[in-house]
């Protein structure tokens, strides 16, 4: 072996090891950015319990109402932590669940409590009331909810356990 060839050899080795140590380092992973729940999501998951809070009340089913009513107002909590604005919204998204949705879980909190059907009944209608006057004030008031007529949920037992 010639001079030149050990040479080119030599070379050929060199930059096959840093090929092979820059092949060996790990690509960069790209990270997904947190999951963050939408504000539909948010509000599709706030339907359903507007329905099952109706029905597990209605069933006097005490601690499934009192349990929907915790998770439907955590869902506003998140609602205000992930989405303080919206496009159209009049006022900060937590300034208006303030406004117009926590007097009336406070009164029905209340009425869960107290076991008070027609005070659960009254307020029930009262956040009802709340959740469209937001709908308006987010340019969204076509989006109209109601005291629900039928319980779309045939796989749960509403009535109280024994
Ligand atoms: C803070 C204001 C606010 C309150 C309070 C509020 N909503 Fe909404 N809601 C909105 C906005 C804004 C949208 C449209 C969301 C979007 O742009 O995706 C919406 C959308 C909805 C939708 C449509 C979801 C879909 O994708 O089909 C339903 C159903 C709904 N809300 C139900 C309710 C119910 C039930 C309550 C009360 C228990 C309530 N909302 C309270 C602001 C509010």
Redesign the pocket.
């Known amino acids: 072996m010639n001079r030149l060839n050990r040479r080119t050899i030599l070379i050929i080795v060199a930059l096959c090891s840093l090929g092979l140590a820059s092949c060996n380092r790990q690509p960069a992973q790209p990270t997904p950015p947190p999951y963050t729940p939408?504000?539909?999501e948010i509000?599709?998951l706030?339907?359903m319990r507007?329905l099952k809070l109706w029905f597990a009340g209605q069933s006097g089913n005490w601690p499934l109402a009192s349990y929907e009513l915790d998770e439907?107002n955590e869902g506003f909590d998140d609602?205000a932590t992930f989405h303080p604005t919206?496009k159209d919204a009049q006022l900060p998204?937590p300034q208006?669940?303030e406004k117009?949705?926590r007097a009336p879980i406070k009164q029905l909190d209340e009425a869960v409590n107290a076991k008070d059907l027609e005070g659960f009944t009254k307020a029930f209608d009262q956040?009802t009331e709340?959740?469209n006057s937001?709908?308006q004030a987010?340019k969204?008031g076509f989006?109209v909810?109601t005291r629900p007529t039928a319980n779309p949920y045939t796989n749960q037992i509403f009535q109280p356990a024994h």
Request: proline share 0%; hydrophobic share 50%.
């Open positions: 939408g504000f539909g509000m599709t706030t339907q507007h439907l609602l919206h998204i208006l669940i117009i949705i956040l709340g959740c937001c709908h987010t969204f989006n909810v």
